[in-house]
């Protein structure tokens, strides 16, 4: 059952991409986004949470990390920032946000009221790809529904590592230790070859 557009955004309000509900763990509704380019983090390739709402919440957190200025942060940090944004003044940034963070809170809201459909997906990714500077959505997977083309895509994490042939086995998405199997896969997805 979908939180209030309240909760999504608190949830992700403080921890940001450090969040315990990113990468833990898969059930009916998780929403896997496959990232395209992510500079400041590029160890995420998968990015999987609870359901659309804290997808959504996730991508307007960075987001938002991308266009405002960070808070407290040392010399050093914000002439970094600046240094990945010099091509925009502050207005052109603050006037990207807002226009963001409204587009996400509309989503959030359709969300919310109505469940996740591919058009939304589909919002999502479009917002994400027009404001974010560092971070770009390509598909969008809500499980178990989505589960077969993430694996025609992307492999199985039951596929054999060795050249011996092994018998197809079907993904299980409703058990447990499957499901457990999917997460660890698309974790270990995350990691640098």
């Given at each position: 059952?979908p939180?209030?557009?309240?909760?999504?955004?608190r949830?992700w309000?403080?921890?940001g991409?450090r969040?315990?509900?990113l990468?833990?763990?898969l059930?009916?509704g998780t929403?896997?986004?496959e990232t395209?380019?992510i500079?400041?983090?590029?160890d995420l390739?998968?990015i999987?949470?609870d359901?659309?709402g804290?997808?959504t919440?996730?991508?307007?957190r960075r987001v938002?990390d991308?266009?405002?200025?960070?808070?407290g942060a040392?010399?050093a940090?914000?002439?970094?920032?600046?240094?990945m944004?010099?091509?925009?003044?502050t207005?052109?940034l603050a006037?990207a946000?807002m226009q963001a963070?409204?587009?996400?809170?509309?989503l959030?809201?359709?969300?919310?009221?109505q469940?996740?459909s591919?058009?939304?997906?589909d919002?999502?990714?479009?917002?994400?790809n027009?404001?974010s500077?560092d971070l770009?959505?390509?598909e969008?997977?809500?499980?178990?529904?989505d589960?077969p083309?993430?694996?025609a895509?992307?492999?199985?994490p039951?596929?054999?590592?060795s050249?011996?042939?092994?018998?197809?086995?079907?993904?299980?998405?409703a058990?447990?230790q499957?499901?457990?199997?999917?997460?660890r896969?698309?974790?270990?997805?995350?990691?640098?070859?």
């Amino acid at each position: 059952m979908p939180l209030t557009v309240s909760a999504y955004v608190r949830a992700w309000e403080r921890a940001g991409s450090r969040s315990a509900l990113l990468n833990r763990r898969l059930i009916p509704g998780t929403c896997v986004l496959e990232t395209l380019s992510i500079a400041a983090r590029p160890d995420l390739r998968f990015i999987f949470v609870d359901d659309f709402g804290h997808a959504t919440g996730f991508c307007r957190r960075r987001v938002c990390d991308d266009l405002t200025p960070p808070d407290g942060a040392d010399g050093a940090a914000l002439e970094r920032w600046w240094r990945m944004r010099g091509a925009f003044t502050t207005d052109e940034l603050a006037s990207a946000w807002m226009q963001a963070d409204a587009a996400f809170t509309d989503l959030l809201v359709a969300f919310v009221a109505q469940g996740y459909s591919q058009a939304l997906g589909d919002r999502l990714r479009a917002i994400v790809n027009t404001y974010s500077l560092d971070l770009e959505i390509g598909e969008i997977y809500v499980l178990p529904q989505d589960l077969p083309a993430l694996l025609a895509r992307n492999g199985s994490p039951l596929t054999p590592l060795s050249p011996q042939p092994r018998a197809k086995r079907p993904f299980d998405f409703a058990s447990p230790q499957g499901r457990a199997l999917l997460a660890r896969w698309l974790r270990e997805a995350n990691q640098p070859a």
